[in-house]
């Protein structure tokens, strides 16, 4: 043979021991969970959501607590999975055994299949305008409830802030939870800045994490790369569930998405609006109770972020009820808490939700 033939028999065979690969590792380390109910709902500019119910424990034959339904909507980077592990290290499932009727919301970006033609409209603008409107709109009408409670963790937080008293209506929402969700974005990697130059048109793809994630799995754990320093506090959280959100939660970055954080960060760290208009500028007239969590170690998200976003919630009323709550060993914890880790960390059950679930129902955090 010659030698291009024998590049061609080399390149067969790699892309035959990947897929083998990859076959074995997300069939050995993917967790399936299950859902009552499960919605694929087409969005007006042409995309789509995705909606996952959970009814509340026990709720069969009786009525459930007098609370409004919990919509969960996660980061970047992430699909509905971010907040719902498994029954051990779920948020979603600790507040459905709370006895509230949760629903957990994948974004547009948070999906693995895409229609062609569909990656241009993956912004944040788009995801403002119509992914969290819609997702709020269809809990509220499933449930026929007048309003719901909102939990935003990273990026699902910063779309509550672009989104609150805009697309979706104040009184729609009754209490809020963040998690992680920085109110200015850092330039947390170094020396990418320039790409932010680059037309809009070299963004039409999308940075494939998912795969990445996937063929890295196995050995997330124990190969410790800028990606865990950045992303977590790799020591504080459960054993082994960093492999298994590799394969199930873990999603690829849209471009254009990635362009428009490229402009934030390595700009003035001011999130904007397509009009140019600082997210921030509509929680002013906030005035729905608000609990902010942040880790001490926190490299995406540090607390000094989201108490920018404390100090502008509610700011032209009086009496809001608005917390930050830290977490990590200067705050009396026994480990620091990173990012992805106020999620999957070995105590999150009882130091991070436990919180959560307390505020939701009504109780003084």
Same mark, same amino acid.
């Given at each position: 043979?010659?030698?291009?033939?024998w590049?061609?028999?080399?390149?067969?065979?790699?892309?035959?021991?990947?897929?083998?690969?990859?076959?074995?590792?997300?069939?050995?380390?993917?967790?399936?969970?299950?859902?009552?109910?499960?919605?694929?709902?087409?969005?007006?500019?042409?995309s789509?959501?995705?909606?996952?119910?959970l009814?509340?424990?026990?709720?069969?034959?009786? !009525?459930?607590?007098?609370?409004?339904?919990?919509?969960?909507?996660?980061?970047?980077?992430?699909n509905?999975?971010?907040?719902?592990?498994?029954?051990?290290?779920?948020?979603?499932?600790?507040?459905?055994?709370?006895?509230r009727?949760?629903w957990l919301l994948?974004?547009?970006?948070?999906?693995?299949?895409?229609?062609?033609?569909?990656?241009a409209?993956?912004?944040?603008?788009?995801?403002?305008?119509?992914?969290?409107?819609?997702?709020?709109? !269809?809990?509220?009408?499933?449930?026929?409830?007048?309003?719901?409670?909102?939990?935003?963790?990273?990026?699902?937080?910063?779309?509550?802030?672009?989104t609150?008293g805009r697309?979706?209506?104040?009184?729609?929402?009754?209490?809020?939870?963040?998690?992680?969700?920085?109110?200015?974005?850092?330039?947390?990697?170094?020396?990418?800045?320039?790409?932010?130059?680059?037309?809009a048109?070299?963004?039409?793809?999308?940075?494939?994490?998912?795969?990445?994630?996937r063929?890295a799995?196995?050995?997330s754990?124990?190969?410790?790369?800028?990606?865990?320093?950045?992303?977590?506090?790799?020591a504080n959280?459960?054993?082994?569930?960093?492999?298994?959100?590799?394969?199930?939660?873990?999603?690829?970055?849209?471009g254009?998405?990635?362009?428009?954080?490229?402009?934030?960060?390595?700009?003035?760290g001011?999130?904007?609006?397509?009009?140019?208009?600082d997210?921030?500028?509509?929680l002013?007239?906030?005035?729905?109770p608000?609990?902010?969590?942040?880790?001490?170690?926190d490299?995406?998200?540090?607390?000094k972020t989201?108490?920018?976003?404390?100090?502008?919630?509610?700011?032209?009323?009086s009496?809001?009820?608005?917390?930050?709550?830290?977490?990590?060993?200067?705050?009396?914890?026994?480990?620091?808490?990173?990012?992805?880790?106020?999620?999957?960390?070995?105590r999150?059950p009882?130091?991070v939700h436990?919180?959560?679930?307390?505020?939701?129902?009504?109780?003084?955090?």
């Open positions: 043979m010659d030698v291009w033939q590049i061609l028999l080399a390149a067969a065979v790699l892309a035959l021991a990947t897929w083998a690969h990859l076959k074995f590792w997300v069939a050995r380390l993917s967790r399936p969970v299950r859902y009552d109910e499960e919605h694929l709902i087409g969005t007006p500019d042409g789509h959501i995705e909606l996952r119910r009814k509340p424990q026990g709720s069969e034959g009786h !009525e459930g607590p007098n609370l409004p339904p919990v919509l969960l909507v996660h980061g970047i980077a992430m509905h999975r971010n907040l719902d592990s498994d029954e051990r290290l779920s948020l979603a499932r600790q507040l459905r055994s709370d006895g009727d949760v994948t974004l547009r970006c948070g999906r693995a299949v895409l229609r062609r033609g569909e990656l409209r993956h912004t944040f603008g788009a995801l403002a305008e119509h992914d969290v409107p819609l997702a709020v709109a !269809e809990v509220l009408r499933r449930t026929g409830q007048n309003h719901l409670d909102y939990v935003g963790f990273s990026m699902g937080g910063i779309l509550l802030y672009a609150l697309s979706v209506a104040a009184q729609a929402v009754r209490r809020v939870v963040i998690i992680g969700s920085p109110g200015r974005i850092g330039r947390v990697v170094r020396g990418v800045g320039w790409l932010r130059r680059l037309p048109w070299c963004f039409l793809w999308r940075l494939p994490l998912r795969l990445l994630s063929l799995a196995f050995a754990e124990w190969m410790v790369t800028p990606v865990h320093t950045t992303t977590m506090e790799l959280c459960q054993p082994g569930y960093v492999r298994h959100a590799a394969v199930d939660a873990v999603q690829s970055v849209p254009p998405l990635l362009r428009e954080l490229l402009h934030w960060a390595y700009g003035d001011v999130i904007r609006l397509a009009d140019g208009r997210v921030l500028d509509g002013r007239d906030a005035t729905q608000v609990l902010l969590i942040a880790g001490t170690k490299r995406l998200a540090p607390p989201l108490a920018v976003v404390l100090q502008a919630w509610g700011a032209h009323h009496g809001v009820a608005k917390s930050l709550l830290v977490v990590g060993r200067s705050a009396g914890q026994p480990s620091d808490y990173g990012h992805a880790d106020l999620a999957i960390g070995s999150a009882q130091e436990q919180a959560i679930c307390q505020f939701l129902n009504g109780a003084a955090v």
